[in-house]
């Protein structure tokens, strides 16, 4: 099963903005549920940003106003744009994807992608 493919993140001081990206590949009839999570040190791992099951978009609170998800009509590609960074968002970010329900079962489940490090400094 091919991984997502991560990208973007890095480092940034407090009130800058990153942005990441996260790639699945499968069959073209194949589409996908995606989610941004993020882990910081010592910390459980937590949902950042998702969709709800009427497609509109959905933040945790500590995030909510600053941070925007967006995914292609293929549903292939998600997006994170992170803005007003604080030094509290630092953690590694991961991407999930899972098939969407009622996928037809030869439709890979791409899982948890590698994750990206995002450093914010104060």
């Known amino acids: 099963q091919a991984r997502p493919i991560q990208t973007g993140g890095g480092s940034a001081q407090a009130g800058g903005s990153l942005s990441l990206d996260c790639v699945v590949s499968g069959y073209a009839f194949c589409k996908y549920e995606m989610t941004w999570h993020r882990q910081a040190p010592g910390k459980e791992r937590e949902v950042v940003a998702a969709y709800d099951d009427a497609g509109r978009p959905i933040y945790a609170d500590s995030v909510r106003g600053r941070f925007t998800i967006s995914q292609n009509d293929r549903k292939r590609t998600l997006l994170l744009q992170m803005t007003d960074l604080k030094p509290e968002d630092t953690a590694m970010y991961y991407c999930?994807?899972?098939?969407?329900?009622?996928?037809?079962?030869?439709?890979?489940?791409?899982?948890w992608g590698p994750g990206t490090q995002v450093t914010v400094s104060s």
């Open positions: 999930k994807g899972v098939p969407q329900p009622g996928s037809p079962s030869n439709c890979n489940n791409p899982g």
